[in-house]
């Protein structure tokens, strides 16, 4: 149980695209999903929180206007990565956690590279 | 500040060399501490929770136990297929979503 799927899990693109990343809770229902950004050798990095029919909460340094965030239902959050650049190339994860409350465990998708040329 | 602090940074075992991976804490409050496995190109793999001191969970040749400060992922008798980056994570009492992790332990076990 606790399966989330990341979709595409390698994007290559050329700088000015934007690109649409999609994160699903398969068998389980997500009331707040988040978005790391994982840099290599290093720890996951937080980039926002999205709940469910709400704006994301994004974290400190994160431009909202480049990585956009939709949590349109309990089973699906969307980062849209607007006009992507070189810079923005990383690897990007997400995460689920069901409506058992704050204390719950966060289960991972298998992550998406993106590379920007 | 709330931190999460994981040792060693890399591990080298024998199979079969048991050992043991530490998660030491400092955080306002404790609302759950989790262990994680990564592999190389792939998300974290849930692994277990804890939510007490003195508190046990077992999967297979792990073990992850929790004190007032720390936790220890025990490994018995591991394989190379147990070869991973281990992460730990806490909650924090503070009214707040965000998980702190470790910065990971990397685990090679060679046959």
């Known amino acids: 149980g606790a399966v989330v799927s990341q979709h595409p899990s390698w994007v290559i693109c050329k700088s000015g695209t934007s690109v649409k990343i999609e994160c699903r809770s398969l068998?389980?229902?997500?009331?707040?999903m988040f978005w790391y950004r994982q840099f290599p050798k290093q720890s996951l990095m937080l980039m926002a929180t999205?709940?469910?029919?709400?704006?994301?909460?994004?974290e400190q340094g994160v431009e909202k206007d480049k990585f956009l965030i939709n949590h349109a239902s309990l089973t699906l959050s969307t980062l849209t990565v607007t006009s992507a650049h070189p810079e923005d190339s990383s690897f990007y994860i997400c995460?689920?956690?069901?409506?058992?409350?704050?204390?719950?465990?966060?289960?991972f998708g298998d992550g998406t590279r993106l590379s920007i040329l | 500040e709330d931190q999460v602090t994981q040792s060693p940074e890399a591990l080298r075992l024998q199979e079969g060399e048991s050992s043991s991976l530490n998660c030491s804490y400092t955080?306002?409050?404790?609302?759950?501490l989790f262990w994680y496995r990564q592999d190389p190109g792939k998300g974290p793999e849930f692994l277990f929770t804890l939510y007490s001191a003195g508190e046990e969970k077992e999967k297979e040749r792990l073990k992850a136990t929790l004190t007032k400060k720390e936790s220890f992922l025990h490994i018995t008798a591991p394989k190379p297929e147990d070869s991973a980056t281990y992460l730990c994570?806490?909650?924090?009492?503070?009214?707040?979503?965000?998980?702190?992790f470790g910065t990971g332990t990397l685990l090679a076990v060679q046959p």
């Open positions: 068998d389980f229902q997500a009331t707040t």
């Open positions: 999205s709940n469910e029919g709400s704006k994301a909460t994004y």
């Open positions: 955080v306002s409050g404790l609302r759950g």
């Open positions: 994570a806490v909650y924090p009492g503070s009214a707040t979503n965000k998980l702190i």
């Open positions: 995460s689920a956690r069901g409506t058992g409350g704050g204390n719950q465990p966060q289960h």
